[in-house]
């Protein structure tokens, strides 16, 4: 069974960094090399959505409100997807989550908490 594991969050003043990675157990090298794994944030009284996208071999997405401040990396041989986050800002406080899709269904896990004050 694959499970995917947050860990890295926690309180920052603005402009501060904080590193998350997610771990993802269970998942075969070769599956794990070739699959999305998507960074997803909800913050209090707003729906979840997606920051950033692993895409296997192929450029990394994001959305425009972390562009420049947000870098996602992937090392393989851990199975792990890290979010690099710069110059972070109030707006950013949230629950963040890692998602994959695998054996058709949404894997989650069960995220962490980053707060970032003013």
């Known amino acids: 069974q694959v499970y995917l594991r947050e860990s890295g969050g926690g309180s920052v003043q603005a402009g501060g960094s904080l590193k998350l990675s997610c771990r993802v157990s269970?998942?075969?090298?070769?599956?794990?090399?070739?699959?999305?794994i998507n960074w997803y944030r909800q913050a209090p009284g707003k729906e979840r959505e997606l920051v950033a996208t692993?895409?296997?071999?192929?450029?990394?997405v994001y959305i425009d409100s972390v562009k420049g401040r947000f870098t996602i990396s992937k090392d393989n041989t851990r199975r792990s997807v890290y979010l690099q986050m710069d110059g972070l800002k109030p707006e950013d406080t949230a629950v963040y989550y890692c998602?994959?899709?695998?054996?058709?269904?949404?894997?989650w896990g069960p995220g962490t908490q980053v707060t970032v004050s003013s």
């Open positions: 269970g998942m075969i090298l070769s599956v794990f090399t070739s699959n999305v």
């Open positions: 692993s895409i296997g071999g192929s450029s990394p």
């Open positions: 998602q994959a899709p695998y054996s058709g269904k949404d894997l």
